[in-house]
Structures are given as structure tokens and as C-alpha cells.
């Protein structure tokens, strides 16, 4: 049979298991966080910010078609070609929106990440605008910041 003296160590242990097993469990459910977590959750698309959103997602995919359709019949109607920059490892992050009646701007942060150099990763953002005009029921581009533009224009 135990001694009071005995029990004392094995019951002070349990606090240490528990913590340790708390440890593991918060490790693991933030690992799995982490690794099934997806892009950005597609915006609607009936607003400024997800036809922004749907542009670039197409450009950086090289959709020059898809892209097209996100953008003003104006623009497009001066276009001699469709053709894009293919802008790499950006990430594109929304600061705000603007509406004002039929147009709106939408401004965003570009962060282009290149490779590493002496002292690790290189990186640069800047910020730039979209200006989007409504078409009907639709918010359609009618500018972009120069590393999402597709569309080169016929002198006159």
C-alpha cells in the first residue's frame, strides 16, 4: 500500500501531462491550419474589389482571354493586342475601395518577391490604384497598375 508520501509525486505529475498534452494538440491543430489553409476567399463579384480580384487572379494565371472580360468595353476596343507582363511571385493585398456614383478606385499593396540574395529573400512592394467604371450591371477596369496591364493600345 501506498504512503501519503508515496502518492504525493504521481498526483504532481498529472498538471506536467496535461500541459504537455495541451502543447501537442494546439502544435497540431496549427500545423493543420497552416498547411489546408487556400488563397484569399473569392470577394463578389459584383463589387470593384472582386472583379479587381478576379483581373489579377487571371493575369498572374496568364488568362489573357479571361482577364479581357474584366475590362471596359473602351479599353478593350483600343487594344491591338492582349498580351501581359507575367509578373512572377506577387502578392496583391486590398487597402480600401472607393465608389463615387458610377466609377470607383480600388487601391491595393503589390509585393513582388524575388529571388534570394546575400542576406536572404528579396522583396519590394508599392502601392497602385484600379479605376473601374460601370458597364451596365458590371464594374469593368479601365486602368491598372502598369504590372497588370494587358492590354497595348493602337496608337492613332
Known sequence: MNTPAEAAPRA???????????????????????LTRGGAAPLDESSP???VQR????????????????????????CDTLEGYQPGDVRVT???TVERGDTATVDVIIVHSGGSG???????????RFALKRDGDAWRITETPWEFT???RVWE
Open 118 to 128: 546575400l542576406f536572404g529573400p528579396s522583396e519590394y512592394q508599392s502601392d497602385d
Open 55 to 78: 483581373y489579377v487572379q487571371a493575369v498572374i494565371d496568364g488568362d489573357m482571354a479571361g482577364a479581357e472580360q474584366y475590362l471596359h468595353p473602351e479599353l478593350t476596343e483600343k
Open 49 to 51: 474589389e472582386g472583379v
Open 12 to 34: 504532481s505529475r498529472l498538471p506536467l501531462f496535461i500541459a504537455i498534452g495541451t502543447v501537442v494538440v494546439i502544435v497540431v491543430v496549427a500545423l493543420v491550419v497552416v
Open 150 to 152: 494587358i492590354c497595348e
Open 94 to 96: 486590398l487597402r480600401r
